[in-house]
């Protein structure tokens, strides 16, 4: 990145699928244990600020609730994400 070049590496959109098919499955336990339950947890998320707002939302559903992603685009950056989501009641 130092270099300009903004490319993405390759591993985020996996690492960002497996997060949308955790939410949607509600396995929220392995979200939780990011750093342990994917291989690329630890890249994705190197330090916790990168993930504590994605634990504080999805804390806020309840099995009742839907969760559907608004900003789904394969990734376009080196080592980000944008996906985002919205918890309806």
Same mark, same amino acid.
């Given at each position: ?30 979200? =939780?244990? /990011?750093?342990?339950?994917? #291989?690329?947890? &630890? ?9 504590? !707002? =994605?634990? /504080?939302?999805?804390?806020? #559903?309840?099995? &009742? ?9 394969? !990734? ?14």
């Amino acid at each position: 990145m130092r270099t300009g070049d903004f490319s993405p590496f390759g591993w985020e959109a996996e690492y960002e699928e497996w997060i949308k098919r955790q939410v949607a499955e509600r396995n929220f336990k392995k979200i =939780v244990d /990011y750093e342990r339950s994917h #291989a690329l947890g &630890k890249l994705a998320a190197p330090t916790p600020d990168h993930f504590v !707002p =994605v634990l /504080y939302s999805l804390g806020l #559903a309840d099995n &009742k609730d839907d969760i559907q992603f608004f900003y789904d685009h394969e !990734p376009e950056k080196a080592a980000f994400s944008e996906l985002s989501f919205i918890i309806h009641s």
